[in-house]
């Protein structure tokens, strides 16, 4: 695949600022001359994200992701490189002239989005004549009016084998192109298509700019599966969309309202609710508590009354708590679900009932009296053990205090000896956590587990020599032609590690063009790779002397440590422990 011009990509980043890039995806906070926040890419309670301002760069220290603005963009996004770099022209409003065979994926995507909307089209069309009126049937049974089935573009699957695949056809689309969009799926048997979607109310996804990625299809009686969803296609992934949002989003400064299915959502919106969501036929994941947060700062979790939502409803108070949002929870009684609840009491009641909405501690600690008989002994003994457990989750000492003083009333227990409870429980999960760090330190010094450098472990001192000769590399790029025309450039073969040959060889190569940057690798690397570069950069330029004479002993270094007969580092380590023994 030919390379994008250098001279464009510099320019891209350049109009692409980092910080203002980052600040749409992550709520950044100054720290010295550095920005730090939550990071997007692992769940945390404490920022361990770093934007560098002054070499347009990003690093977190807790899960080791970092790169320079398009490799954020590739992992937010979870887009390849060109797509990255296509992404980050568009919002600069640079036209980009895209190399061949990026041109034929953007395409690609381009023709299933287009798709996709003819597909929704023919799905609402068949809602609205003869063949869908056990769908139109079905959705004004369950109390919603044309207006809205038409706002949200609902449509109808025929119970047939090709009524939307030979449609498609009639429009140009291949068997190919609709099976890579989830809209028909391939015959064992014959090698036919047929459609994916059939006898089904269905739902379009939209994206927040508008695009119809996927669907959802629902069944209307009580066969199973009750909801069938699209796969992760080319312009879809589940994990990463929340159904609605293109709507929500412009109601959701004050609060997010997260549903459990689609009927919720919808019946939400009709009775004035606009700002509800809800996850695509799967829990809650961690992206999806990030994308609440880049639209708001508060989410009332509205999920049915049933012991499976309750359930769920306990996984996406602790994701959307470590995405660094206030939650709350609604209580929908005397209904299965918040459709029902509305149906039966009307929208007034559900704003009260949102008013009285509970706190991730009132939720938890309600479950466990309701489930445990406290005027046991027993009973109330595990009601105390679990009570102390949840209390210890919370970092603040005022917020556990008035919580150690509710369990201590409702449990007839003096304060005391909660709080001294919960201080053992903290004291353990504390030094669980220090083990836990101290044998990921070890395990990541002795290079085990390494997906990025698997070949580190087999030579440590070979490994470390080519880290500081890349790091410094990376820092000064200036070395290699200076090396180049000494005669004294090392050869890719003079590396032990493959992942040293392979970023030595791009940046020996990329260095003969004009311009040289690290951005340059991103094209070759995986985000991952990138990542560890960035590691690399960041801890080689704490190092206090990074001349090129360094450099040439880092060689020699590398030299010794690939001739020495070294053992292996799972030789030491039994060694070690047979000494201990």
Same mark, same amino acid.
């Given at each position: 695949?030919?390379?994008?011009?250098?001279?464009?990509?510099?320019?891209?980043?350049?109009?692409?600022?980092? %910080?203002?890039?980052?600040?749409?995806?992550?709520?950044?906070?100054?720290?010295?001359?550095?920005?730090?926040?939550?990071?997007?890419?692992?769940?945390?309670?404490?920022?361990?994200?770093?934007?560098?301002?002054?070499?347009?760069?990003?690093?977190?220290?807790? +899960?080791?992701?970092?790169?320079?603005?398009?490799?954020?963009?590739?992992?937010? %996004?979870? @887009?390849?490189?060109?797509?990255?770099? %296509?992404?980050?022209?568009?919002?600069?409003?640079?036209?980009?002239? @895209?190399?061949?065979?990026?041109?034929?994926?953007?395409?690609?995507?381009?023709?299933?989005?287009?798709?996709?909307? %003819? $597909?929704?089209?023919?799905?609402?069309?068949?809602?609205?004549?003869?063949?869908?009126?056990?769908?139109?049937?079905?959705?004004?049974?369950?109390?919603?009016?044309?207006?809205?089935?038409?706002?949200?573009?609902?449509?109808? /699957?025929?119970?047939?084998?090709?009524?939307?695949?030979?449609?498609?056809?009639?429009?140009?689309?291949?068997?190919? #192109?609709?099976?890579? /969009?989830? @809209? +028909?799926?391939?015959?064992?048997?014959?090698?036919?298509?047929?459609?994916?979607?059939?006898?089904?109310?269905?739902?379009?996804?939209?994206?927040?700019?508008?695009?119809?990625?996927?669907?959802?299809?629902?069944?209307?009686?009580?066969?199973?599966?009750?909801?069938?969803?699209?796969?992760?296609?080319?312009?879809?992934?589940?994990?990463?969309?929340?159904?609605?949002?293109?709507?929500?989003?412009?109601? +959701?400064?004050?609060?997010?309202?997260?549903?459990?299915?689609?009927?919720? *959502?919808?019946? @939400?919106?009709?009775?004035?609710?606009?700002?509800? *969501?809800?996850?695509?036929?799967?829990?809650?994941?961690?992206?999806?508590?990030?994308?609440?947060?880049?639209?708001?700062?508060?989410?009332?979790?509205?999920?049915?009354?049933?012991? /499976?939502?309750?359930?769920?409803?306990?996984?996406?108070?602790?994701?959307?708590?470590?995405?660094?949002?206030? +939650?709350?929870?609604?209580?929908?009684?005397?209904?299965?679900?918040?459709?029902?609840?509305?149906?039966?009491?009307?929208?007034?009641?559900?704003?009260?009932?949102?008013?009285?909405?509970?706190?991730?501690?009132?939720?938890?600690?309600?479950?466990?009296?309701?489930?445990?008989?406290?005027?046991?002994?027993?009973?109330?003994?595990?009601?105390?053990?679990?009570?102390?457990?949840?209390?210890?989750?919370?970092?603040?000492?005022?917020?556990?205090?008035?919580?150690?003083?509710?369990?201590?009333?409702?449990?007839?227990?003096?304060?005391?000896?909660?709080?001294?409870?919960?201080?053992?429980?903290?004291?353990?999960?504390?030094?669980?956590?220090?083990?836990?760090?101290?044998?990921?330190?070890?395990?990541?010094?002795?290079?085990?587990?390494?997906?990025?450098?698997?070949?580190?472990?087999?030579?440590?001192? $070979?490994?470390?020599?080519?880290?500081?000769?890349?790091?410094?590399?990376?820092?000064?790029?200036?070395?290699?032609?200076?090396?180049?025309?000494?005669?004294?450039?090392?050869?890719?073969?003079?590396?032990?590690?493959?992942?040293?040959?392979?970023?030595?060889?791009?940046?020996?190569?990329?260095?003969?063009?004009?311009?040289?940057?690290?951005?340059?690798?991103?094209?070759?690397?995986?985000?991952?790779?990138?990542?560890?570069?960035?590691?690399?950069?960041?801890?080689?330029?704490?190092?206090?002397?990074?001349?090129?004479?360094?450099?040439?002993?880092?060689? #020699?270094?590398?030299?010794?440590?690939?001739?020495?007969?070294?053992?292996?580092?799972?030789?030491?380590?039994?060694?070690?422990?047979?000494?201990?023994?």
């Amino acid at each position: 695949m030919a390379r994008i011009d250098q001279s464009v990509i510099e320019d891209i980043k350049f109009r692409n600022d980092i %910080e203002q890039v980052i600040s749409g995806y992550v709520s950044l906070k100054r720290a010295g001359s550095n920005m730090v926040g939550l990071c997007p890419f692992h769940s945390e309670r404490s920022p361990s994200f770093t934007v560098f301002t002054s070499d347009q760069s990003f690093y977190c220290f807790g +899960c080791g992701s970092g790169g320079d603005v398009i490799t954020f963009i590739r992992k937010i %996004e979870n @887009l390849d490189y060109p797509s990255a770099i %296509e992404f980050l022209a568009r919002r600069a409003g640079i036209t980009l002239t @895209l190399d061949k065979d990026s041109k034929k994926e953007s395409d690609n995507k381009r023709r299933i989005l287009e798709m996709n909307r %003819e $597909a929704a089209r023919f799905y609402h069309k068949m809602l609205l004549s003869p063949k869908g009126k056990p769908g139109l049937d079905y959705l004004l049974k369950r109390g919603l009016t044309m207006p809205i089935i038409k706002i949200f573009g609902l449509g109808f /699957a025929p119970n047939e084998f090709s009524a939307l695949t030979g449609f498609l056809r009639s429009k140009g689309y291949t068997d190919s #192109e609709m099976s890579s /969009a989830f @809209l +028909c799926g391939i015959s064992r048997k014959n090698g036919m298509p047929y459609d994916y979607f059939r006898n089904r109310v269905m739902f379009p996804i939209i994206s927040v700019t508008g695009d119809v990625v996927a669907f959802g299809g629902r069944v209307m009686d009580d066969s199973q599966p009750k909801y069938l969803n699209s796969s992760d296609t080319p312009v879809f992934k589940k994990s990463r969309n929340l159904f609605a949002l293109n709507y929500a989003k412009s109601a +959701c400064s004050e609060q997010l309202i997260l549903c459990e299915g689609y009927m919720d *959502v919808i019946a @939400l919106h009709k009775a004035g609710f606009k700002n509800a *969501v809800a996850t695509l036929g799967t829990a809650i994941t961690p992206e999806q508590a990030r994308i609440f947060k880049r639209y708001t700062n508060r989410v009332i979790i509205c999920y049915d009354a049933d012991a /499976a939502g309750q359930n769920a409803a306990n996984k996406a108070f602790r994701l959307l708590g470590e995405a660094g949002l206030e +939650c709350k929870i609604i209580k929908v009684e005397n209904a299965k679900d918040p459709d029902e609840y509305i149906k039966k009491f009307g929208p007034d009641a559900f704003t009260s009932l949102m008013s009285k909405s509970r706190s991730e501690f009132d939720f938890r600690f309600d479950s466990i009296m309701a489930n445990n008989d406290t005027d046991t002994t027993d009973g109330k003994v595990k009601a105390l053990s679990q009570v102390v457990e949840v209390i210890a989750e919370f970092s603040g000492a005022a917020q556990r205090e008035v919580y150690i003083h509710k369990a201590a009333e409702a449990l007839s227990l003096s304060p005391d000896s909660i709080r001294r409870d919960v201080e053992k429980s903290i004291s353990g999960r504390n030094s669980r956590q220090r083990k836990d760090e101290f044998r990921k330190i070890i395990t990541e010094t002795e290079g085990y587990g390494d997906r990025i450098n698997p070949d580190a472990p087999k030579n440590l001192k $070979a490994a470390k020599a080519e880290e500081a000769i890349i790091g410094i590399l990376l820092l000064h790029p200036e070395y290699i032609s200076e090396m180049r025309k000494k005669g004294t450039l090392p050869l890719e073969s003079d590396f032990f590690t493959e992942f040293g040959k392979k970023v030595f060889s791009l940046m020996s190569e990329l260095s003969m063009t004009d311009n040289f940057s690290d951005s340059m690798l991103g094209e070759s690397l995986t985000p991952d790779e990138m990542s560890r570069l960035e590691k690399i950069k960041i801890t080689r330029r704490q190092v206090t002397s990074n001349t090129i004479e360094i450099l040439y002993d880092c060689l #020699e270094t590398l030299k010794r440590a690939r001739s020495a007969d070294e053992k292996d580092v799972g030789d030491i380590i039994k060694e070690k422990r047979k000494k201990k023994n």
